[in-house]
């Protein structure tokens, strides 16, 4: 999970590294937007070779959320 | 698996046409500059050549192709297949192809018709058009592929999603058969996927109707009518990232290629990012691996053709290249051949 979330926070540029942990909201950070989700869906597939597609990251609320959806895959 | 090889057929020349209205996508979209500036970052895409209002993807293809005859100095009677490839066709029917045979001036002895293709559809034209010669019989059978859209037309301003991607673009590319020279092919499709990229009204489904103008959304920030251009940018990219990178190195493996085998990728020009993703995955340089994007935009199934004849016309001495579409559908194929050292390969304006 931490790897995940150490993962997850590379992936921005703006926010600070102090703003993520597992039950950040991230659709609601200021820097997320849809290229940011490209980005994660890269991460978790160059990351853990896993496959994951918008319906994953809209049912996804927290990190810990998107982090059990890619456990599960 | 739709993997094979068609012998002694090789591709003669290359002309792509573009409209001459060029877009900037700086200014034309109606956003903060700096957002545009973001969107133009991460799809490496500045520019777009957009048609008239009049001019459709028939009217690109056949410019080309009267382009392509006359520099190859072709006897129209000479050419016995015409398939058009194409998702923004002239009408509802006939088939377009059957009027370009008539514009063209080729005999009534070609077969002619349409392929519902996009992305992919260069490569799947390719391949109906190769495997089809091959069973003329003679030495001397000669195919004309025109593949083209202009989806400009229904990529709604007012949604970020497709607006600053596309533009439109026709092509015209002759094959014929030659002794000695191959391509080989691998085809793929993914019906699940197929809600990732589609028009839903406007065919037989789901029929034209006066409600069809009502702008709608799906993700509360982009807007468009139902007969417009939807794209589910997250869906896509994930199947090209992983997909794509699968089943390059898979034909490669069972065409034992190695990557000195391949002189150029020549990919669909979906967008840079995920381009780039699908460029490092399969581990080619930069150097082996064109772009248009910036100056072309996406031309949907005219990347391919456009890719070539931007990019190798002066840079190819008998490249092997390897040719891979993927989008709409879900629909993805590779094709593989050589570049003859005197194929033309020209881009034209309309």
């Given at each position: 999970m931490e790897e995940f979330i150490e993962h997850f926070a590379e992936?921005?540029?703006?926010?600070?590294?102090?703003?993520?942990?597992?039950?950040?909201?991230?659709?609601?950070?200021?820097?997320?937007d849809s290229m940011l989700a490209l980005t994660i869906i890269a991460m978790v597939d160059e990351e853990y070779d896993k496959t994951i597609n918008g319906d994953d990251i809209k049912a996804a609320k927290t990190i810990e959320d998107l982090y059990k959806i890619v456990e599960n895959k | 698996m739709a993997h094979f090889k068609i012998d002694d057929i090789s591709v003669r020349g290359i002309v792509s046409c573009v409209p001459p209205n060029k877009v900037d996508n700086l200014e034309d979209i109606n956003i903060e500059k700096e957002h545009a500036e973001k969107i133009i970052t991460s799809t490496g895409i500045r520019y777009r050549r957009i048609t008239e209002e009049s001019v459709t993807s028939s009217d690109l293809c056949e410019a080309a192709a009267r382009s392509l005859i006359e520099d190859l100095q072709i006897d129209p009677s000479e050419i016995e297949i015409l398939i058009f490839v194409t998702?923004?066709?002239?009408?509802?029917?006939?088939?377009?192809a059957t009027l370009l045979q008539d514009r063209l001036g080729l005999s009534n002895a070609t077969m002619a018709f349409d392929i519902n293709m996009g992305c992919s559809g260069y490569v799947y034209g390719l391949s109906v058009v190769a495997s089809l010669l091959a069973n003329v019989p003679g030495d001397n059978g000669k195919g004309l592929l025109l593949v083209g859209d202009t989806i400009s037309k229904v990529a709604n301003p007012k949604d970020l999603s497709t607006y600053p991607l596309f533009g439109d673009a026709g092509s015209a590319t002759l094959v014929e058969k030659k002794k000695g020279k191959s391509i080989s092919f691998d085809l793929f499709t993914d019906g699940k996927g197929a809600s990732a990229i589609e028009i839903t009204h406007g065919g037989f489904r789901n029929p034209y109707d006066t409600s069809v103008s009502d702008e709608i959304t799906r993700d509360g920030v982009n807007f468009h009518r139902k007969t417009d251009l939807y794209l589910n940018g997250m869906d896509v990219f994930s199947f090209g990232i992983t997909r794509i990178p699968k089943a390059i190195k898979a034909f490669c493996e069972k065409e034992e290629?190695?990557?000195?085998?391949?002189?150029?990728y020549i990919f669909h020009q979906a967008n840079k990012f995920m381009n780039e993703k699908i460029r490092k995955k399969i581990g080619a340089t930069e150097e082996k691996v064109p772009y248009t994007l910036h100056d072309f935009a996406n031309v949907s199934s005219a990347t391919i053709p456009l890719t070539i004849t931007q990019s190798m016309a002066e840079r190819h001495t008998g490249s092997n290249i390897l040719c891979c579409g993927f989008g709409v559908g879900l629909s993805w194929g590779i094709a593989y051949f050589k570049l003859d050292r005197d194929v033309l390969l020209k881009t034209i304006a309309l």
């Open positions: 992936q921005f540029d703006e926010t600070e590294r102090s703003e993520f942990s597992a039950s950040t909201e991230f659709k609601e950070l200021d820097e997320w | 998702q923004t066709p002239d009408f509802i029917l006939p088939a377009t290629l190695q990557d000195s085998d391949i002189d150029f």
